[in-house]
């Protein structure tokens, strides 16, 4: 498992695993991973994906199989809404809803908002 950069360059691996099963014919076997936020999180920054490649080996033929799964990491949305009727020249409340979901406090976020009309926007710290 290693972290890959938005420009596709992949991070050194920060995790990896070996498994050994004997399988019977037709059946098939399961191996789960989970990897935790706070394994992950020194490793990749704001726009960067998880890359998980799996290989296995087939002792009796010699067969090589491999797999790749890149994993998107999702930023948190924005939710905004009008508290009250948008009418030219006048000033519209305008409610911001964010919710952090990380196991961890959030600290030294800003929330800047930019528009038609919004001269000089300032970024409100929160």
Known sequence: LCAV?????????????????????????TVTMTVSYSEY???VGDQDALKLTVAAAVQETGQVLAKELLVRLHTPELTLTLLGPAVVGQEVPVQVVFQ?????????????????????PKPVSL
């Open 5 to 29: 950069r938005y420009t596709g360059v992949a991070g050194a691996a920060f995790r990896q695993e070996q498994h050994r099963r004997t399988l019977p014919p037709a059946q098939e076997d």
């Open 41 to 43: 999180q020194p490793h």
């Open 100 to 120: 952090n979901p990380l196991p961890e406090p959030l600290t030294g976020a800003s929330l800047r908002m930019e528009g038609a009309g919004i001269s000089c």
